[in-house]
């Protein structure tokens, strides 16, 4: 079992940045990669960022490609999301993910264990 827990959300104006940590513990061996999923009011969850733990191998959507970056800490078992230029459009809660097997994709319905989610939210 594998446990998540997501900090650093919170409200901010367009334009701010904002840094997000996602500590796992517990089975964290056994992780593949680890990532990052956002969910507006009435929308669907959306992919956000990936890396892969090894390796440390990124992956971004176009919405937020060169504005995210997510990166990780091995020996502290964390991985950070830092969001700049931000902007309304991104207010959403965002869930950390964790992934035990070798995907080549990452859609959320692959995702094995999920953080609680913390808020974000951007003001005009």
């Known amino acids: 079992q594998v446990h998540l827990v997501e900090s650093g959300g919170g409200l901010v104006q367009a334009g701010d940045s904002l840094r997000l940590s996602c500590a796992a513990s517990?089975?964290?061996?056994?992780?593949?990669?680890m990532g990052w999923f956002r969910q507006a009011p009435g929308r669907e969850r959306e992919f956000v960022a990936a890396?892969?733990?090894?390796?440390?191998?990124?992956n971004y959507p176009d919405s937020v490609k060169g504005r995210f970056t997510i990166s990780r800490d091995v020996a502290k078992n964390t991985v950070y999301l830092q969001m700049n230029s931000l902007k309304p459009g991104d207010t959403a809660v965002y869930y950390c993910?964790?992934?035990?097997?070798?995907?080549?994709?990452?859609?959320?319905?692959?995702?094995?264990?999920w953080g609680q989610g913390t808020q974000v939210t951007v003001s005009s």
């Open positions: 890396i892969t733990w090894s390796r440390g191998n990124t």
């Open positions: 517990g089975r964290t061996f056994s992780s593949y990669a």
């Open positions: 993910a964790l992934y035990t097997q070798t995907i080549l994709v990452f859609t959320s319905a692959r995702v094995d264990y």
